[in-house]
């Protein structure tokens, strides 16, 4: 019984290490891939953002999130850097974030659930794509914890549903 559960809990822990990899490249990564910028910095902090289909995930990765995997689903992934004094950073928590995810008809509410994992800390919400080709304004007040600034996030992201 101790082999299976040691053998179950290194699967757990192996999969949410795939897990924060994942999130962290698709954050970090997505700033070489797009042409618009995928941070706002305000003081020394920095908000990185990405969004995507949630069918682009692994069937192991969307279990271990809590999120379903459907063409009509995209995802909105946070993750705050603290710029630290001596040049170096690290991942640092949200005291706040509130967010919006409209299109011309409807206007969504963000819910945004925390994920945190060894080195990584980041935030999932999910919402979704009515039309093919839908473009979605989003906007993000971001409050790192221990701060009182926030930090306001907004663009727009054509979806499509694949």
Known sequence: M??????????????????????????????????DSTSVRKGNYEVYYSVFNSSFLQPETAVAVGVKRAKNVALINIAII??????????????????T????????????QEIVEPGAVYYLAKFKISNDNEKIVIKAAVKPENSKQVIDVEFEHHFYLN
């Open 2 to 35: 101790q082999f299976i559960m040691s053998h179950v809990n290194n699967k757990k822990q192996s999969c949410f290490s795939l897990t924060a990899a994942f999130f962290m490249a698709m954050v970090f990564c997505s700033t070489a891939l797009a042409q």
């Open 82 to 99: 603290e710029h630290l004094p001596d040049g170096t950073t690290q991942a640092s928590k949200a005291g706040t974030i509130k967010g």
């Open 101 to 112: 995810a409209f299109n011309l008809v409807h206007k969504n509410t963000l819910d945004f």
